[in-house]
């Protein structure tokens, strides 16, 4: 079907895609057996109907009667059919390279999964897209989304319902129908589309906890995955799916130069070590020799290293998994007992293949991931505390890894996120619950500063903020998200990230607004004189949406720049505002600390993140993350690439040291806070950690030189 590259700035009206219908014996996804599917291609805005691909299927059981009621398809009607493992595979190849749009799309996904399990065929998800989260993005307040529902709303005439074909059909013109309602909103590419459509976090949530398969996911290459939905693919998938087979071997006397070229030919990163003359593989006879250890043996030993039978330096008792186990089986293995690779055996003993961290570098999240479902499935405060308090365990895994900091943060911070949408949830719950309205208007849901930069530790607190679509100060609408606000910030408190001690928090009406509120507020901000009239402003300029409408969110974050672009005063006013940045080091060059620790935050981070933040904000740079500001500043081609380059740099190094005193003051028990102990450092951290100063140590200059 497809005839060229997905990508995200594809216009919607331009995609090539299969609309996508099936019937089923039931709605349980877990048991529920195809008996008809239909695709219907999609191109060029128009549909194709006269080149369906559709195929009646035996489910291999009765359909029941209540089930043909629906769609008119009986016993007999299928009793020559193809099954699913002889009618799946032209599925499949159309499927593949296209996107697959359907109507409760998750549904079909998750039916079509379980048929593929049981058939032994493999499953490959295709990129997707769902009319009925693409219609409330589009009407967030129409009384039904149903096929019926939506027909009715956009004028469309139903026809032949419950038919695969007929409903693929339908489904098409409703997608069709929609993309005029969708450009309205500013939605016209599939990339915003499916962000679009992962805002509706209750829906996704509601359908997930139905048992069906994700109908949406995050773009492939968008800029800010941070709160991006959590994969449960090391808990649903076995060893046996992601290990490298069959095992690679090298007998125990063959020179270290062979095995090195074995891997280099092979790219491999491993090769299992046997005794010379052994039949078979078993574990317990092989060893085990990695990239590592080659370049172990030539800083050791020199280049006559190469000479030496591979026996001299492979590892043995070889570690092994079983083949049949979960793949969060070897994650924790491996993070457990700091190795890379992991032999894996099957039923009687034999070696059957190896994982490598390689190979699971793309699940490298691990802990976050059970992390992540148990935050999305926190019905009441206590559940989501317990899932928050994994939190360090996953970063401790993270970093066994050698996983940097930075990208730990990242992985924070999507979590805080999660967090914090998940505590907007149940204050929706609450409010009702106790007899109120819901929500009066569409609202977004932010987080600020570190969160919405993607730059968390385990030190943080509350930094959260609320827009919503109208309303007056003080108006009814105020008051409602003043009290939703509070229950947040209240589930945030109890769960375990405490309330801002600079009041940054929704629930305080400085932080809260209607749409025409917040844009009076910035516009207020931007003709202040007064450094002292600015505290905590800065880190808006780090808003992202994590819960409700994100238009809403995007906007206000977007209007904010734009209202800032090329006020260098303004920027200066933000720098001021914020702090000078506290010296780490003495005038004898040794480290500036206090009972032994330095706070890394205030002599480093605090400096970098507010330099890259006014910068983009004087230059109209639109990114978060401080690394992405760093690299557009220099883009700019103004001087101080170098500086800049150090400074991105010298970040990364105060993430590190930070992340490892805080993982470490948690297993002692000790809160986690900023400041690093001196005397633990390496001479090497103790080194970088001095470059790190020298690039901030002439802050103020750089900012001068580049905002003006």
């Known amino acids: 079907m497809a005839t060229g590259t997905i990508r995200n700035a594809t216009p919607l009206i331009a995609l090539e895609a299969l609309v996508l219908d099936s019937e089923t014996t039931g709605l349980d996804p877990a048991k529920a057996r195809i008996v008809e599917m239909a695709m219907v291609p999609l191109k060029s805005g128009a549909l194709v109907e006269d080149a369906p691909l559709r195929s009646l299927v035996n489910p291999g059981e009765p359909i029941p009667k209540a089930a043909t ?7 007999a009607m299928v009793a020559a059919a193809p099954s699913i493992a002889a009618a799946w595979p032209a599925f499949a190849a159309a499927m593949s390279g296209t996107i697959v749009i359907g109507h409760t799309l998750g549904f079909d996904l998750a039916v079509l999964k379980r048929e593929c399990q049981r058939a032994g065929l493999p499953w490959m998800p295709p990129r997707t897209l769902d009319t009925r989260l693409l219609a409330q993005v589009a009407e967030p307040h129409l009384g039904g989304y149903t096929l019926e529902h939506l027909a009715s709303w956009l004028g469309i005439a139903v026809e032949n319902r419950h038919s695969a074909v007929a409903d693929a059909v339908l489904t098409g013109m409703i997608f069709l129908a929609l993309l005029p309602k969708l450009r309205e909103g500013n939605i016209r590419t599939l990339a915003e589309a499916e962000n679009a459509c992962l805002a509706l976090s209750t829906v996704l949530e509601d359908q997930h906890r139905a048992g069906w398969e994700e109908p949406v996911t995050s773009p492939r290459a968008h800029e800010e995955r941070i709160f991006a939905r959590i994969d449960t693919y090391p808990y649903r998938h076995r060893i ?20 090195l070229q074995r891997m280099a030919q092979a790219k491999i990163s491993s090769l299992l070590v046997t005794p010379p003359d052994t039949p078979g593989l078993v574990a317990r006879d092989a060893a085990i020799v990695t990239e590592r250890d080659v370049l172990r043996a030539l800083a050791e030993h020199g280049k006559e290293a190469l000479d030496w039978p591979v026996a001299a330096y492979a590892g043995k008792p070889l570690v092994t998994v079983p083949a049949d186990a979960f793949v969060y089986r070897a994650l924790g293995r491996m993070s457990r007992l700091k190795l890379r690779h ?8 034999a070696l059957c293949g190896i994982v490598s961290a390689r190979d699971l570098l793309r699940l490298r999240a691990q802990e976050a991931t059970v992390l992540g479902d148990a935050i999305d499935q926190a019905d009441d405060v206590p559940a989501l505390a317990a899932a928050w308090a994994l939190l360090p365990h996953a970063a401790e895994s993270l970093a066994a890894e050698g996983v940097s900091a930075r990208e730990i943060a990242a992985v924070i911070s999507r979590e805080l996120g999660a967090l914090t949408r998940r505590a907007g949830v149940l204050a929706e719950r609450r409010m009702v619950e106790a007899g109120n309205d819901a929500a009066p208007c569409a609202f977004a849901l932010c987080v600020l500063g570190s969160a919405g930069r993607g730059e968390s530790l385990l030190a943080m607190d509350q930094d959260n903020a609320l827009i919503f679509a109208e309303g007056e100060p003080d108006g009814a609408a105020d008051r409602w998200f003043a009290v939703y606000g509070a229950i947040v ?3 945030l408190h109890e769960v375990g990230v ?10 305080n009406a400085a932080w809260r607004g209607s749409r025409a509120t917040w844009r009076l507020r910035i516009a207020e901000w931007i003709t202040r004189s007064n450094p002292a009239d600015l505290l905590s402003v800065d880190i808006f300029f780090d808003l992202a949406g994590v819960h409700g409408d994100q238009r809403l969110a995007h906007d206000i974050w977007r209007g904010a720049f734009d209202a800032a672009a090329g006020n260098a005063a303004f920027a200066k006013l933000l720098a001021e505002a914020a702090g000078e940045v506290e010296p780490g080091t003495t005038m004898f060059g040794g480290f500036r600390t206090e009972n032994g620790r330095i706070d890394l935050k205030r002599t480093g981070l605090f400096g970098i993140v507010t330099t890259a933040r006014v910068l983009a904000i004087k ?3 639109l990114a978060r993350a401080t690394p992405a500001r760093l690299a557009a500043v220099a883009d700019l081609g103004r001087g101080g690439g170098d500086d800049l380059d150090a400074l991105a740099r010298a970040q990364a190094v105060f993430l590190d040291r930070i992340l490892a005193q805080q993982l470490e003051d948690i297993r002692a028990g000790r809160p986690p806070g900023n400041k690093v102990a001196v005397k633990r450092l390496s001479r090497d951290e103790r080194a970088a950690l001095h470059d790190a100063f020298g690039a901030v140590r002439h802050l103020d200059t750089l900012t001068r030189d580049l905002l003006f």
């Open 69 to 75: 009621d629906i769609h008119h398809i009986d016993d």
């Open 240 to 259: 046996a799916d992601v290990m490298s087979a069959p095992p690679q071997t090298i007998a125990a006397d063959v020179p270290l130069s062979a095995a």
């Open 342 to 349: 992991l032999g894996v055996e099957n039923d009687d003993g």
């Open 489 to 491: 910030a209240d589930i």
């Open 498 to 507: 405490p309330y801002c001690q600079g009041g940054v928090m929704a629930k």
């Open 619 to 621: 230059h109209h740079l």
